[in-house]
């Protein structure tokens, strides 16, 4: 690096010799370059904030991936040699049902590094009642330590324990107002199974999102299963994985392993991800029209200024200056205004994120990493270079005889 | 009084054989302009170009200058053939043993008198060590300058800016130094005291002088005279006043 310096010092202090004295112009265009990528940055920092939140809200209240047993098929006889058949079939309705050797299947997927965490469910419908008020549930049943890993229900609790079992039930806030009911209330489930049971209303929680706050009822692994009639059995295997976007991905490659339906919350949310992508797309539409621009700027300023100086170009060439060295004289000049712009861009954009986290909406955290610092400074950088190639060689092939004459 | 000049056998600076320039090469308003001239310059000639305008004096100092390269011909520096030589080459012998002096000073702005002296080391060699910034300032108060080693051209007078060329012209200590027209735009006793610099550095630190010049005082008092005609030298003339046996 400090050869390389040296090597190009004569260059260099051409460069910012020039720079310096055509300084209208250079202040005009760093403020160009600053602007842009200020938006850039910004525009980046504030989509990537919006979605994590996004992400982090949908994803606060269900799994990455949900293992559910596969479909029942109609069993179709195998055809005798030489006979033709019509066949008409109808579906079959599924029934809720186990997932088969589910204590392997869970003990095999705890083996995975790849999974951070792993919690079989019973899940079935029900009805609660209390007087006259009937309300359509879910029921739940879970194994709390594992369950607490996929969905922290402790953050969400608003009034009494988390706890289940032994006759205890977690219900949601709007649950609990709808059938008047409070922390030690009794509320009677039925199944419709003649498996009918009272529990006792051990805490409420609020998901924040309606359909489960009204719906979830929470329930011990073995109480759940007992009243759905599903004795030992699960229906689900809720997994959470590391990197969220891999999910698809894992998702897939669980089920090969255990011949059970995988979906993934990207697969679930195929509407959200879909709008996700359609933002993302357009701000990088706009990254790249604003980025556009500014190399676009930097071009047109580096042509003038290589006209404005044909003479001294001339006087260079004729005291010793190559091509080459010419060449990157204008080179290094829009390296300069792609880093020093960059440099001024980044921190108004840090002063805009300032502002918008302290004195915004506050509905969100716009987070600035230091990856997407280093990729503005180096995307500008390689902008300015390549935005300077065009003039450059156009100071750089200038007959010197030519252009020591201009005036 | 003067004969014409036999180009001498050895010690050349610089030797031209039939070496032909043409513009404009292949259109309808092809135009030769040099038509094959043949010259030598000694190690420490002193020599004036002179010639009416449009004769191509220009033209054969970019030539020599290796700034203009010729259609045909060659052109020896040093005893170096140029013709076959690329643009690093060409620029790389320029550099050492070429200086230029130009009509109009031709200073860069941007950086002071003492930086616009050392330029032609720094292309070369990069950042200049202790020795060429002394050598730089030697010549700038051979010159009369060294109170204005940090000014910009700007705030130098014509003259001024003239000598801060010479100055830069001569830092590489070049075998050779050409200049068009020098004293073309100074008063004559700028212009005269400019020609008493060039005669110091010829004798002082003996390279060659090639000088373009319009000014019939000033051809007078070199001591040879080419004289240059429609792209021919028609005379080439040691001057009376030193001797014929200089």
Not at chain 1, 116 to 133: I, M
Not at chain 1, 232 to 254: N, R, S, Y
Not at chain 2, 65 to 77: A, C, F, K, N, V
Request: one cysteine or more.
């Amino acid at each position: 690096m400090t050869s390389l310096l040296r090597r190009l010092w004569v260059e260099w202090t051409i460069a910012l010799n020039f720079l310096r004295e055509g300084r209208a112009q250079t202040v005009m265009i760093l403020i160009g370059v600053a602007v842009g990528v200020a938006v850039i940055v910004f525009v980046t920092a504030l989509i990537q904030g919006l979605q994590t939140n996004i992400i982090e809200r949908t994803l606060g209240t269900q799994a990455h991936i949900r293992l559910l047993p596969p479909d029942e098929l109609n069993q179709v006889l195998p055809l005798a040699a030489g006979t033709v058949q019509l066949l008409q079939e109808d579906k079959r309705a599924q029934r809720l049902r186990s997932i088969n050797n589910w204590q392997q299947v869970t003990a095999a997927l705890d083996q995975l590094p790849i999974l951070d965490a792993v919690s079989p469910v019973v899940s079935g419908p029900a009805f609660a009642r209390r007087g006259a008020a009937l309300e359509s549930v879910a029921l739940v049943g879970i194994d709390v330590e594992r369950y607490q890993q996929i969905i922290p229900l402790r953050t969400y609790i608003l009034e009494g324990q988390l706890r289940v079992g032994a006759g205890d039930a977690l219900i949601g806030k709007l649950l609990a107002d709808n059938l008047g009911l409070r922390v030690g209330d009794k509320l009677r489930l039925e199944t419709g199974q003649q498996n009918n049971t009272v529990v006792n209303v051990a805490g409420i929680f609020e998901l924040g999102v309606r359909e489960l706050d009204t719906r979830h009822v929470y329930l011990d692994l073995k109480q759940a299963q007992s009243l759905l009639n599903l004795p030992g059995g699960i229906t689900v295997i809720d997994l959470t994985v590391e990197d969220i976007f891999t999910a698809e991905t894992i998702a897939l490659q669980i089920a090969r392993l255990t011949s059970l339906k995988a979906e993934s919350w990207m697969a679930t949310n195929a509407q959200l991800m879909s709008a996700l992508t359609a933002q993302s797309m357009s701000t990088n539409m706009i990254i790249v029209f604003v980025a556009l621009s500014v190399a676009f700027g930097i071009a047109s300023v580096l042509s003038v200024s290589v006209v404005q100086r044909t003479r001294e170009i001339g006087i260079l060439r004729a005291t010793g200056a190559t091509r080459q060295q010419i060449l990157r004289v204008f080179l290094i000049q829009g390296a300069v205004f792609g880093l020093l712009g960059s440099v001024i861009g980044i921190a108004v954009s840090y002063a805009l994120v300032w502002v918008f986290n302290t004195f915004g909406p506050r509905l969100f955290y716009i987070p600035v990493p230091t990856s997407l610092i280093m990729m503005a400074l180096l995307l500008a950088t390689l902008t300015g270079l390549v935005a300077a190639a065009v003039p450059s060689r156009r100071a750089a092939s200038l007959n010197p005889v030519e252009a020591i004459r201009y005036v | 009084m003067s004969e014409r000049f036999m180009a001498r056998p050895a010690n050349e600076v610089l030797q031209l054989a039939s070496l032909r320039k043409s513009y404009n090469i292949g259109l309808p308003n092809e135009t030769e302009v040099l038509h094959g001239l043949d010259l030598s310059i000694g190690r420490s000639d002193f020599a004036a170009l002179i010639g009416p305008s449009g004769s191509g004096k220009s033209t054969l100092l970019n030539v020599i200058g290796l700034l203009d390269q010729p259609t045909s011909g060659e052109l020896y520096l040093l005893g170096q053939a140029t013709s076959t030589m690329d643009d690093a080459r060409r620029t790389a012998l320029r550099g050492s043993s070429i200086g230029f002096v130009f009509q109009f000073h031709h200073l860069i702005p941007a950086f002071s008198a003492i930086e616009n002296v050392l330029m032609p080391l720094m292309l070369a060699q990069g950042k200049p060590d202790k020795t060429a910034t002394e050598h730089a300032r030697a010549l700038l108060a051979a010159v009369g300058l060294e109170k204005y080693a940090h000014t910009p051209p700007t705030q130098l007078s014509g003259g001024q800016q003239q000598r801060v060329a010479i100055a830069r012209a001569l830092i590489t200590k070049p075998a050779l130094l050409l200049a068009d027209e020098p004293t073309g735009n100074l008063d004559t006793r700028t212009a005269a005291e400019i020609f008493e610099l060039f005669r110091r550095f010829n004798r002082e630190f003996g390279c060659a002088v090639l000088l373009v010049t319009h000014d019939p005082r000033l051809s007078v008092a070199c001591d040879r005279t080419i004289n240059l005609v429609d792209g021919l030298i028609v005379s080439d003339t040691l001057n009376a006043t030193l001797g014929l046996s200089a």
